[in-house]
């Protein structure tokens, strides 16, 4: 594969920014990779598993010459970045964020930018429960999606060049307005992982009271809520701050659902939960034909591990 940028810079090196890293190194998408992270000790561990070409003390050294500059921190932190390194970007650069909220990253760093830069917002829709230069690895975004933000401040030359790089990284690229995708957000992931959350504060509350049978016999179901609630909990509380609306919009419909299930039972409605759970079941089925998941049981985990 023909390289797509000379020079990239990752401000943030935790799990997207690595997976960034050794997927681009993997397809040989860009040329020397430079990099900052805020703490010493994430730039330590950087430079000790061989995490960029280059890292950096400073984002304005980092980001200096580069073609490409992807901010890979919480939603939260894209302002306080973007008002360091705005000065210092490259004039004609392109600088993009992989931020899982797109109308407030848009909103925060924006009005910064100054006007020979363009600005590309995405989102690849892949991650793991873990964080951290560690975390990362080439093959997180194969197949998997990467939104982008059809955004006013960018050329059209600059927004296929970051199409280029995220299909480069192995990822599919689609364009998506910034509210739709807050909202379609909040529905695949956002309210999902609150109720795993809560879910997973419902059962440790339980578990005091039973001496730990809840995790002791914690099956499948469970399971996954506690690895989807174990996700990085900075990224998160940004995550819901951000995007506050949509949110709060789905979980208001979730808990009319939930109302009308809860009736179901009450009322031993057993038509109604069997065309519910018929229904959801399909929905299962048209994600895996989609290839965004697999079909062997229990996510093709090692069952004997699994059920100790
Ligand atoms: P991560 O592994 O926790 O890494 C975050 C990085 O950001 C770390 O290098 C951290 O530096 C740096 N950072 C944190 N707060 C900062 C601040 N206030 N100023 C400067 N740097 C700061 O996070 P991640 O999972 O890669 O997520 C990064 C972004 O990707 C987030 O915007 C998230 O919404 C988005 N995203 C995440 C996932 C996912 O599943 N994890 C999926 C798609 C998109 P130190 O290590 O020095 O503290």
Not at 14 to 35: E, H, M, P, Q, Y
Not at 165 to 192: I, K, Q, R, Y
């Amino acid at each position: 594969m023909s390289q797509i940028y000379d020079r990239v810079a990752l401000i943030g090196l935790g799990l997207i920014a690595s997976s960034i890293f050794w997927a681009s190194k993997r397809n040989n998408v860009s040329g020397c990779v430079t990099g900052f992270a805020r703490s010493k000790k994430t730039r330590d561990t950087a430079k000790k598993i061989g995490l960029c070409d280059e890292i950096f003390d400073t984002a304005e050294e980092a980001v200096k010459d580069a073609d490409l500059v992807i901010l890979c921190v919480p939603v939260g932190a894209m302002e306080q970045v973007v008002l360091k390194i705005a000065p210092f970007l490259k004039s004609g650069a392109t600088i993009s964020d992989v931020g899982s909220v797109k109308r407030a990253v848009i909103d925060a760093v924006e009005p910064h930018l100054p006007d020979d830069v363009n600005f590309v917002p995405a989102h690849p829709l892949a991650g793991t429960e873990h964080s951290g230069p560690e975390s990362g690895f080439a093959s997180l975004f194969d197949n998997r999606w990467c939104l982008l933000t059809d955004h006013k401040t960018a050329d059209k030359k600059s927004q296929n060049k970051v199409v280029s790089f995220w299909e480069g990284l192995g990822a599919n690229v689609e364009f998506m307005e910034a509210d739709h995708h807050d909202l379609v957000l909040a529905v695949t992931s956002h309210a999902p992982h609150l109720i795993a959350y809560t879910m997973v504060g419902v059962a440790e509350d339980l578990g005091r009271v039973t001496n730990s049978e809840v995790i002791k016999y914690s099956a499948a179901g469970f399971r996954d809520f506690t690895r989807i609630a174990a996700s990085d909990p900075t990224m998160w509380r940004d995550v819901f701050l951000s995007n506050k609306k949509a949110t709060l919009e789905i979980l208001g419909r979730f808990t009319e659902e939930l109302f009308d299930l809860q009736r179901a039972i009450r009322t031993e409605n057993g038509d109604k939960l069997l065309n519910y759970f018929t229904h959801t079941r399909s929905i299962r089925r048209g994600i895996i034909e989609a290839g965004q998941d697999i079909e062997a049981p229990n996510f093709g985990r090692d069952i004997e591990i699994d059920q100790n």
